[in-house]
């Protein structure tokens, strides 16, 4: 069976700062690799993923991924965060199979 | 299109009586699932479906628990009796084609309390 592991519950940073969200998976097979967001009130968006080749994902709104293999990691980056990247991320494993696997979630806030 | 539609929004039940959650996919997507979110557990994948068909429903947490795809554009999840620890926000997303590398389009939830 598959899990995913996100090492930090909550995150609190100042506008500018760069972030780094941490992801875990473990899985056998192949694995498709996700990160959604979910803004406050809203429903989970994708803001990348990945699946195979260039292994460092760009994605909407400035994230970045990058899948490291060795690692079984696929964190999430951003340079400089601003106060409405404020949110719920999810790292998520889906399966060649179609099943998909959400991590526990990290809570970023960022403070103005 | 509309997106995934999930109705309804919010239900507030009393502890025993029966829940019926419903979803409607994207059409063209032949992939759904169910997610359950709580504070407690994170996102679960509960079951999920493709062609109208449960694939794997390992995620249902007991009997409890039923979920249904009678046609292409409509699904129902129950709870029959519910009780205050399935207190959560229920997400329906779809998708289309095999390939698990196609986004999941999510819908927005319904969010549910059991007193």
């Known amino acids: 069976a598959q899990s995913v592991s996100q090492h930090n519950h909550h995150v609190i940073l100042s506008e500018a700062a760069s972030l780094e969200l941490g992801c875990n998976y473990s899985?056998?097979?192949?694995?498709?690799l996700f990160w959604y967001v979910q803004y406050p009130g809203q429903h989970l968006q994708l803001l990348l993923k990945?699946?195979?080749?260039?292994?460092l994902v760009k994605g909407i709104k400035g994230f970045e991924a990058e899948f490291i293999k060795s690692k079984f990691s696929f964190n999430l980056r951003k340079p400089s965060v601003q106060w409405s990247d404020t949110a719920e991320y999810f790292c998520a494993v889906i399966t060649n199979a179609g099943k998909s696997t959400f991590g526990d979630g990290t809570t970023l806030t960022v403070k103005p | 299109d509309a997106g995934v539609i999930q109705s309804p929004r919010h239900e507030v039940t009393e502890m025993g009586q029966e829940v019926t959650l419903r979803c409607k996919p994207i059409s063209g997507h032949d992939y759904l699932f169910w997610y359950r979110q709580t504070m407690m557990r994170g996102l679960e994948l509960l079951i999920y479906f493709n062609n109208n068909v449960p694939i794997d429903d390992s995620g249902m947490p007991e009997d409890r628990f039923s979920a249904k795809m009678p046609n292409a554009s409509f699904s129902t999840l129950k709870i029959q009796p519910s009780e205050p620890r399935d207190s959560a926000v229920y997400f329906c997303?779809?998708?289309?084609?095999?390939?698990?590398?196609?986004?999941?389009?999510f819908g927005p939830g319904t969010r549910l309390t059991v007193l």
């Open positions: 997303a779809s998708r289309r084609g095999q390939s698990s590398y196609n986004e999941q389009f």
């Open positions: 899985y056998g097979g192949t694995v498709n």
């Open positions: 990945y699946f195979s080749g260039d292994p």
